[in-house]
C-alpha cells in the first residue's frame, strides 16, 4: 500500500528564512515595536506634563490597535522560527534566526509592563474608553487581567532585577536538575532517558531492573536535586511575597484564569475518584501476575493487591492471531484518513477541516535527521493557518497523536476574526480540543475492535488517563506540601523523599505496592521551573474537562457541535468559568467534573471484566 509520508509546505507564510518576504516581515516587526514604543511615550509624556488634555480613551484605542498588529507580527514570526528550526536543528542559519526572533521579542516585555502603568494611572477613564470604542467590549476581560496584574508587580526597577537575578538564581538551578538528568547513565552508558523508556518494554524483568536503577543514579545525585528545588523554591516564596501572593496556588490559579472554587471542585472530584482508579491497578496487577507479566514477587496477590510502581506502564501481552488494530502497521493515507473520517463523525465543519489541512500541506509527518523528535502544533495568524508536526512510523499511538496535535489546529481556526492578543489561552483550555479529538478517536476504536483488543486499548487509555488524574494529583499534593514546608525553613533530600512518599500514598494508595518510587521529584522537570508552580492541576482540568465535555455530546448528539465551537472560541478573552457558563457548563461545580469521571468509571468496569475472564 501506498505511504507517502509528508513534509509540510511553508510557502504562504514566508518561502525561506533568506527570501525577502521575511526579510521584509522582520523589518515591520521592528517598525510596529518602534510604533507602540512611541506611543507609549506620547502617553507618559501627557501623563506627566499635560494629564488634564490628555484624551486616554482615544490613545487606548490607537494603542490597542498598535500593540495587536504587533503581536500577529510576533507570533507569525515566532512560529516560523521555531518551524524553520524543528525540522533541520543542525542548521546554524535557522538556529541564529530563531535567536534573533527571541532577542527582538524581548522588547515586548517592557512594553507590556509600562502599558500596564499607564492603564493603571488611567483606569478612571475605562467606561469612557467602551462607551466611545464599543468595538473594544470584547477587550474587557484582558484590561482588567492587566489591571489586576499591577497589584502583584513590584516598582519597574525591582522587576528589571528580579529579571535579571533570576537567569543566576532560579533559571541556574533549573538548568542544573536538567543537565543532571540528561547526563545520567549506567555502568553500560546506557542514559537516563533510555533507561525511563524501559517502563514500556514488554520485558518484566527489564523493566523492574532499570526501575531499580533509575532509583539508584537519582540517590547519587540527591543533594545537588534537592539543594536545587530548595532553593529555587526559596526564591518563589520570597518574590511572591514582595508581589502580593497570597501563595504560589493564588498565581498559578490566575495563570490559569480560573477561580479556587473551581479548583476545589476538581480537586474534590479526583479525589472521589481515586477508589475507582485503585480499583483499575489492582485488576491489571492481577492481570499481570497471572499471566507471568510482572517481576515483582508481592504486587498483585492478597497481601499487595496494587501494582508495583515499574508496571504502571508494562504493556498487556498481545492476542495471539492476526488482525489486531493495536498491532497493524498503519499507512499515512490510511491515518488520514482515519482521522478525517472521526473528525466528520463529530461535525461536518471539524470534518472539512482536518481535509483542508492535510490538502493545504500543513503536516510534517516523515522521521529524517535533524528533525526534533515528539509532535506539536504551531498556529500562524498570518493567513490564521496551523502546522502539525510528528515522527509518523505506522504505529496506533501515531493515530492518536495525529488527531491530538490537529485538534489544536482545529481550536485555533475556530478562533479565527478574533484579535491576535485574543489567541493566547490558559493552560487549563489549551489541551481541549486536542484532548477531545483524541477521545472520539480512542472510544470509536473501542467501539469497533475484539475484546482482545479493548482490554489492551482500554489499559491504555486508562493508564494515560490515570497519570492525569492520578499521578498529577499526587504531583499537586507533593508540590503544595513542598510550598507549606519551605515557606517555614530549608528542606533537604530527605524532606523531599518523605513529602513524596506522603503524597504517593495519599493519591494511588492500595493502588501501588510497596515498591514506589521516592525520587519522582529529582526527576520532573516541571518542579524546577521559575515560571511554572503547580504545573500540574491544568493538565488535570484538560483531561477531565474534555471527558465532560464528549460525555455532553453523547448526550445531545450533533448540535452540540456549535457550542462546543464557539466554547474553543471564547477560550482566548474570557475566564475559564464565564467560557463555560456561556456554552450552559457550571465548572465549579463537583457534579460538572463527575460527568467526565463518568466516562472512565464506565471505561474501568469494562477492564475489570474483561480482565477477570483474561
Known amino acids: 500500500m501506498s505511504n507517502c509520508i509528508p513534509r509540510w509546505n511553508l510557502d504562504s507564510i514566508f518561502p525561506d528564512i533568506d527570501s525577502d518576504e521575511h526579510k521584509k516581515a522582520l523589518e515591520e516587526f521592528s517598525a510596529a515595536m518602534d510604533n507602540v514604543d512611541a506611543l507609549l511615550e506620547t502617553a507618559d509624556r501627557f501623563t506627566r506634563e499635560a494629564n488634564a488634555n490628555f484624551d ?270 493495536l498491532e497493524k502497521k498503519w499507512t499515512f493515507d490510511e491515518a488520514r484518513d482515519y482521522v478525517a473520517a472521526e473528525y466528520k463523525s463529530f461535525s461536518a465543519e471539524m470534518g472539512a477541516f482536518a481535509e483542508h489541512a492535510f490538502a493545504s500541506g500543513w503536516i510534517d509527518a516523515e522521521i529524517r535527521p535533524g528533525k526534533v523528535g515528539g509532535a506539536y502544533d504551531e498556529d500562524f495568524p498570518k493567513g490564521h493557518q496551523s502546522r502539525i508536526l510528528l515522527n509518523f512510523t505506522g504505529a496506533f499511538s501515531d493515530i492518536i497523536t495525529l488527531a491530538h496535535e490537529l485538534g489544536h489546529a482545529y481550536h485555533f481556526s475556530c478562533m479565527k476574526g478574533k484579535p491576535a492578543s485574543f489567541f493566547d489561552y490558559p493552560m487549563t483550555l489549551a489541551e481541549t480540543a486536542s484532548t477531545f479529538a483524541e477521545t472520539i478517536t480512542k472510544q470509536d476504536m473501542l467501539a469497533r475492535c475484539s475484546d482482545a483488543d479493548k482490554l489492551r486499548l482500554l489499559d491504555i487509555d486508562l493508564q494515560d488517563a490515570a497519570q492525569v488524574l492520578v499521578d498529577i494529583l499526587c504531583r499537586f499534593y507533593f508540590e503544595r506540601s513542598v510550598f507549606e514546608e ?48 503547580f504545573y500540574n492541576f491544568p493538565y488535570a482540568f484538560g483531561q477531565l474537562f474534555a471527558a465532560a465535555l464528549y460525555m455532553k455530546y453523547r448526550q445531545e448528539g450533533a448540535s452540540f457541535a456549535a457550542t462546543y465551537a464557539a466554547l474553543l472560541a471564547d477560550t482566548g478573552s474570557m475566564s475559564c468559568e464565564d467560557v463555560c457558563r456561556k456554552a450552559g457548563f457550571d465548572i465549579s461545580s463537583v457534579e460538572f467534573w463527575k460527568s467526565g469521571i463518568a466516562m472512565y468509571a464506565a471505561e474501568v468496569a469494562e477492564f475489570t471484566a474483561l480482565a477477570e475472564k483474561a
Open 486 to 533: 519551605r515557606e517555614n525553613g530549608e528542606l533537604g533530600a530527605d524532606d523531599f523523599c518523605r513529602l513524596m512518599r506522603d503524597a504517593q500514598e495519599k493519591s494511588y494508595g492500595s493502588g501501588l505496592s510497596s515498591e514506589r518510587h521516592e525520587y519522582m521529584w529529582a526527576l520532573k522537570s516541571h518542579y524546577y521551573s521559575t515560571d511554572l508552580d
Open 56 to 325: 486616554f480613551p482615544a490613545w487606548l484605542s490607537s494603542y490597542l490597535a498598535a500593540s495587536d498588529e504587533l503581536t500577529a507580527r510576533s507570533r507569525t514570526l515566532g512560529a516560523y522560527a521555531y518551524v524553520s528550526y524543528s525540522t533541520d536543528t543542525t542548521d546554524t542559519a535557522r538556529l541564529n534566526n530563531l535567536s534573533r526572533v527571541q532577542e527582538l521579542s524581548v522588547r515586548l516585555q517592557q512594553q507590556e509592563l509600562k502599558f500596564s502603568t499607564m492603564l493603571l494611572a488611567h483606569r478612571a477613564s475605562l467606561e469612557e474608553f467602551y462607551r466611545r470604542f464599543p468595538q473594544y467590549a470584547g477587550w474587557r476581560y484582558l484590561l482588567d487581567e492587566v489591571l489586576e496584574g499591577t497589584r502583584h508587580q513590584m516598582s519597574a526597577p525591582e522587576e528589571k532585577l528580579a529579571m535579571d537575578l533570576q537567569r543566576t538564581g532560579g533559571d541556574a538551578w533549573g538548568r542544573l536538575q536538567e543537565q543532571l538528568v540528561s547526563t545520567l547513565h549506567d555502568d553500560s552508558g546506557k542514559t537516563f532517558n533510555e533507561i525511563r523508556n524501559d517502563a514500556f518494554s514488554p520485558d518484566a524483568r527489564l523493566r523492574r531492573e532499570s526501575w531499580g536503577k533509575e532509583l539508584e543514579l537519582l540517590s547519587c545525585h540527591r543533594v545537588s536535586f534537592a539543594a536545587a528545588l530548595n532553593n529555587l523554591k526559596g526564591e518563589t516564596v520570597l518574590l511572591n511575597r514582595r508581589r502580593h501572593w497570597d501563595d504560589a496556588l493564588a498565581r498559578a490559579l490566575d495563570s490559569s484564569r480560573m477561580s479556587r472554587a473551581t479548583l476545589d471542585a476538581l480537586i474534590s472530584s479526583l479525589e472521589g475518584a481515586l477508589p475507582m482508579w485503585r480499583t483499575y491497578f489492582q485488576a491489571k496487577a492481577k492481570l499481570l501476575r497471572r499471566a507471568a507479566a510482572t517481576a515483582s514477587a508481592a504486587a498483585g496477590t492478597d497481601k499487595e493487591p496494587g501494582l508495583a510502581f515499574y508496571d504502571l506502564f508494562a504493556p498487556l501481552p498481545a492476542p495471539q492471531g492476526s488482525g489486531s488494530l
